[in-house]
């Protein structure tokens, strides 16, 4: 399993960010792929995940911690073996490393495991 991150960077409070994830070594429409983050000091904590397994009934439902809810929006291209995270309106507190993860979710908090190797974001003031 190798999930490969891409599009972080630095940008100012109120800008716009996409991340991409590269998935490869494993059935990309089998999983639900997503994204955690980890601020310095801080525990890595769940984002948001997009289930995208074919023929699933949870198909197309994804999660998002309360943070980010109608800021951040994720996708995924199953075509491409790829997982998108549409990040805007960002605040300086979003500064964190953005990590790629399989992940699931239930009545508790998103849970991941398969780690990218992680994509700084930072958001200035």
Do not use: H
Request: with cysteine; proline share 2%; hydrophobic share 30%.
């Amino acid at each position: 399993v190798q999930l490969v991150e891409s599009g972080g960077g630095l940008v100012q409070a109120g800008g716009s960010l996409r991340l991409s994830c590269a998935a490869s070594g494993f059935t990309f429409d089998e999983y639900a792929v997503g994204w955690f983050r980890q601020a310095p000091g801080k525990e890595r904590e769940g984002v948001s995940c997009i289930d995208s397994t074919d023929g699933s009934t949870y198909y197309g439902s994804t999660y998002y911690a309360d943070s980010v809810k109608g800021r951040f929006t994720i996708s995924s291209d199953n075509a491409k073996n790829t997982v998108y995270l549409q990040m805007n309106s960002l605040k300086p507190e979003d500064t964190a490393v953005y990590y790629c993860a399989v992940c699931w979710w239930s009545d508790g908090p998103l849970r991941g495991d398969y780690w990218g190797q992680g994509t700084q974001v930072t958001v200035s003031s």
